[in-house]
């Protein structure tokens, strides 16, 4: 079976914090994704990588950065938490060329004070 | 600009019927077309998919059924079952673009 794992299911942070988020994925896929999932938003896309040290803006990036270090792991980071980054971050990776069935982590809820 | 929309934010069915999800989308490069069921606490997860090429697919009890010219698509679930409660998510792509993801419907399937 596939595996996305999300190391921090449940975060609360302050104003001003950074904050890393990690996920590891263990099929050697050779694509990860960063989504943030919103009532009434559904899922917004923020960041992807096709390939180690290689990283692409998606919809929203502003206020996020990401590092992709390793084919396993990517990280989403917030330089400087704000209220409005409160969200469920989902991360997930896919197997060949861009569009493709994606496997997801179950999720870190993010609570920023 | 939300390129791909779901209109209804709930939906609730009796438990045996049939339950219809609905997905508009606005970019008629798409090609490719997915269905992803989340329960709370969870990751989405793969159902379904359908490329351009074809306007029907069906899996068991899930049939997902794609209307190019109206940019239409819908996920029908016969029959509907307590289990398949959850929020359902369209998402669409161009070739080898990345997803764009809908904004989800609830599906309460009650006994």
């Known amino acids: 079976d596939v595996k996305v794992t999300q190391s921090s299911r449940y975060l609360v942070k302050r104003t001003g914090e950074k904050v890393f988020l990690e996920c590891v994925q263990d099929?050697?896929?050779?694509?990860m994704f960063w989504y943030r999932q919103d009532p009434g938003l559904g899922l917004r896309l923020i960041y992807f990588?096709?390939?180690?040290?290689?990283?692409e803006k998606g919809d929203i990036p502003e206020g996020y950065s990401v590092s992709r270090e390793k084919k396993e792991r990517f990280s989403l980071i917030l330089e400087s938490a704000s209220t409005n980054q409160t969200s469920m971050y989902l991360c997930?990776?896919?197997?060949?060329?861009?569009?493709?069935?994606?496997?997801f982590g179950a999720g870190s809820r993010l609570t920023v004070l | 600009d939300q390129q791909v929309k779901q209109n209804s934010p709930s939906l609730s069915v009796q438990e045996g019927r049939i339950s219809i999800l609905n997905c508009d989308y606005t970019?008629?490069?798409?090609?490719?077309f997915l269905w992803y069921k989340k329960y709370p606490a969870e990751g989405p997860t793969f159902l379904i998919s359908i490329s351009s090429i074809k306007d029907k697919n069906e899996d068991g009890r899930f049939t997902v059924f794609l209307n190019k010219s109206a940019k239409h698509l819908s996920l029908h679930i016969v029959p509907s079952q307590p289990g398949d409660s959850a929020v359902y998510f369209c998402?669409?792509?161009?070739?080898?673009?990345?997803?764009?993801f809908g904004t989800g419907t609830r599906l309460q399937v009650f006994p």
């Open positions: 997930a990776s896919g197997q060949g060329a861009g569009a493709n069935v994606l496997t």
């Open positions: 998402a669409a792509a161009h070739n080898t673009d990345k997803l764009i």
């Open positions: 970019n008629s490069m798409f090609d490719y």
């Open positions: 990588s096709y390939d180690v040290k290689m990283k």
């Open positions: 099929m050697d896929h050779e694509n």
